[in-house]
């Protein structure tokens, strides 16, 4: 009955593949985040969507790219993975109205090799 | 550029005792502020906000504490108890919510309660 669930937990993979993170949320939120959190420990934004639609997007390189097939699922992309693409990402969603907090998922530490 | 900052990365307290975490943010723009709490390797889970129209906010342990004047808040856990042992990350706002709504997280500090 986890609430945020991202897959895989762990991944490993060498410089200059494509690799893909995905997130669910079953709370009903309307809108989803990406996180990353670096090897100085800030979270920061990356991405957020609402009902499938891009809301935020933080100066993040093209590399990345997110897609929400549907508003309970956002998953993460990433091409041409470079050594400093090395974090834990985390996924987020909340309600869209009010300030409801952030629900996170455990997380998913990649490190590029 | 930091805009929320928590100087202390570290702090340890004796059960029983209050733990006292410390927020600074530099954005005057801020106008909502959240503590979070977050054990190894699980995401971090909400636990008490406080909105700029108000200076105090009070949750069973928990308070938070909010000077607008010296764009500081604090969080107070009373009494502190050994779970409470995570990394608590502070986080601010300056949107009304809805679909632009957007954290800004300082660093975290590991608070460690010592049975």
């Known amino acids: 009955d986890t609430a945020v669930s991202q897959t895989p937990k762990y991944l490993v993979t060498q410089m200059g593949n494509d690799k893909s993170i995905k997130c669910e949320q079953n709370l009903g939120h309307d809108t989803m985040y990406w996180y990353k959190q670096d090897s100085k420990k800030f979270l920061k934004i990356m991405f957020s969507?609402?009902?499938?639609?891009?809301?935020i997007n933080e100066t993040v390189p093209n590399r990345f790219s997110p897609k929400s097939p549907d508003k309970a699922h956002l998953n993460l992309h990433i091409n041409s993975l470079e050594l400093g693409d090395s974090a834990v990402y985390f996924c987020?969603?909340?309600?869209?109205?009010?300030?409801?907090?952030?629900?996170f998922g455990n997380g998913t530490r990649l490190t590029v090799t | 550029d930091q805009q929320v900052k928590q100087n202390s990365p570290s702090l340890s307290v004796q059960e029983g005792r209050i733990s006292i975490l410390n927020c600074d943010y530099t954005n005057s723009m801020f106008d909502y502020f959240l503590w979070y709490k977050k054990y190894p390797a699980e995401g971090p889970t909400f636990l008490i906000s406080i909105s700029s129209i108000k200076d105090k906010n009070e949750d069973g342990r928990f308070t938070v504490f909010l000077n607008k004047s010296a764009k500081h808040l604090s969080l107070h856990i009373v009494p502190s108890q050994p779970g409470d042992s995570a990394v608590y990350f502070c986080?601010?706002?300056?949107?009304?919510?809805?679909?632009?709504?957007?954290?800004?997280f300082g660093k975290g500090t590991l608070l460690t309660v010592n049975p």
């Open positions: 969507y609402n009902n499938k639609e891009l809301i």
């Open positions: 987020a969603s909340s309600q869209v109205t009010g300030r409801s907090p952030l629900h």
């Open positions: 986080a601010a706002s300056p949107n009304s919510g809805g679909s632009n709504y957007k954290l800004t």
